[in-house]
């Protein structure tokens, strides 16, 4: 699994767009594209943090996905 996977994963589970997460961490929508495609590389901590901020995550949990290279276990809800 990759970052952008995990990125995906939580924009589309929480249908966020990329746009919006730029505005929400003050970035473009063009590097939020960027890292959701694959095209950049894993961002610098601070701007994961940021990120996992964002979307109401911790960066452990993103973290844990990429290093067990699964998506989290649904609640059954």
Same mark, same amino acid.
């Not at 452990?60 to 649904?74: A, C, G, Q, R, T």
């Given at each position: 699994?990759t970052? @952008?996977?995990v990125?995906?994963?939580y924009l589309? +589970?929480?249908? /966020?767009?990329? #746009?919006? !997460? #730029?505005r +929400?961490?003050? =970035?473009?929508r063009?590097? /939020?594209? *960027?890292?959701?495609?694959? +095209? =950049? $590389? #894993?961002p610098?901590?601070? $701007? @994961?943090k940021? /990120? #996992?901020?964002a979307?109401?995550?911790s !960066?452990? *949990?993103? /973290?844990e996905m !990429?290093?067990?290279? $699964?998506m989290? *276990? =649904?609640?059954?809800?």
């Amino acid at each position: 699994m990759t970052y @952008a996977e995990v990125l995906s994963y939580y924009l589309e +589970r929480d249908g /966020i767009t990329q #746009a919006e !997460l #730029a505005r +929400r961490i003050g =970035s473009t929508r063009s590097s /939020i594209g *960027e890292l959701t495609s694959g +095209r =950049s $590389k #894993a961002p610098s901590v601070y $701007k @994961a943090k940021a /990120i #996992a901020d964002a979307l109401g995550v911790s !960066l452990d *949990e993103m /973290i844990e996905m !990429l290093v067990h290279d $699964k998506m989290p *276990e =649904s609640d059954g809800a």
